[in-house]
Each structure stands twice: as C-alpha cells, then as structure tokens.
C-alpha cells in the first residue's frame, strides 16, 4: 500500500478522545471516558505502533484498560495486532505523559491472538474497524467465558465505538454498552512523531 495511504491512516488514529458532550447530554447513561492513542517509539517493533488506554475522566492514573499494538498493512487492511505486557501500572498514564513509556519492559510484550483490529477505509479520512473475525478474542467475565465484538469508526474529529462481549456457547451478550455506541471528539492530535521513517518496518 502506497505509504501516504498508511502515514494518513496512523495520523488519524493518533489522539486524545473525549466523551465530554454525550456525558452531559445523559449522565445516568454514559460516564465521561478519555482514549488515547500514542506512536510508540519506532525502536520497540521496528516498525510502527501505538500505546493505547482508557480511562475514567476523574482517575487519569488508573486506566481500566491499556493496550500494545503493531500496526501492519495487508492489501487494504489496516491491522492493530494487540499485545499484552507485564507491570502495567509502571506506564499507566503514559497517553498524556509519553515520558512514562520508559518502563515499558519489551521483553514482556506477548501477541493476543484473535485479537487484532482490522480497519478499512470506508470513505476519505473515515475508518471502520471490527475484531479480525473467527470469535477467537476470549474475555472471562462474571463466569462465562465471551467473546469479545468490538466496533470503531474513527476520523480526524470523531471516535465513534462500542465494546460487547458474546457468550461462547449461545452467543446471546453478556456485557456491554446497555445504550449504545460512545461517542467522543478528538480533543488532542498526538502525531508529532509519525514520518515517512516511523511508518515503514525494518527490512
């Protein structure tokens, strides 16, 4: 894939989210919720990446969820393979404080297989991604084991996205958004470090 189409694609992608106006417009409904999405040096993967976490407005420092990802091209495929990675309290605010990705331990990073999100451009700029399919990204939880159907739109202002997860036996839900997608406005644009030299991979 021609390299503008991929530095274009990373650009969107690198941001700080905010569901501020759907928070106020129904409180009851949707906490206030912040995601971030930062280039990781080019030297962990050789090639380009992100470190990812959301987090409760009012606990910056306590994200409720943290994410390593490899972006990799294939055909018209945009592909975030997903990682997990010891001691993630020791990066734990790294969205907003890049300096914290130092302790980031490399040697620990650990594919989650199944779990890679696959994104297609749908329009000019607007991206639509889904879990790679085969149901294989499996989340315990209260008992059942669920796999795990994630749904993201993204643009240059927009993160539009909702996580579910499915019972692997029925598949009917067992958690999830009871009301629908998250909404939430780019607040931050984070792509200081994506280049021509940051998205190519190693030969």
């Known amino acids: 894939m021609d390299i503008n189409k991929r530095l274009k694609f990373a650009n969107t992608l690198a941001g700080i989210y905010d569901n501020y106006a759907q928070s106020q417009k129904s409180p009851k409904n949707f906490a206030r919720i912040n995601i971030v999405f930062r280039p990781l040096p080019w030297e962990i993967f050789n090639g380009p990446g992100f470190y990812s976490e959301q987090y409760y407005n009012y606990a910056p420092w306590q994200p409720y969820r943290q994410g390593i990802h490899r972006l990799e091209v294939k055909e018209k495929i945009y592909i975030l393979n997903n990682y997990g990675f010891a001691d993630k309290e020791r990066i734990a605010g790294a969205g907003r404080n890049p300096e914290l990705l130092q302790y980031l331990n490399i040697n620990s990073l650990s594919c989650r297989f199944g ?30 084991l669920t796999y795990l159907v994630s749904e993201v739109q993204v643009d240059q202002d927009n993160w539009i996205s909702r996580d579910r997860g499915f019972d692997l036996e029925t598949n009917q839900p067992r958690w999830g958004s009871e009301h629908g997608l998250l909404r939430f406005k780019r607040i931050k644009n984070i792509s200081e470090i994506i280049n021509s030299s940051w998205i190519q991979n190693k030969e």
Request: net charge positive.
């Open 115 to 144: 779990c890679a999100m696959h994104f297609r451009e749908k329009t000019s700029g607007c991206y639509i991604g889904s879990v790679e399919p085969g149901k294989k990204c499996l989340i315990p939880r209260d008992g059942y």
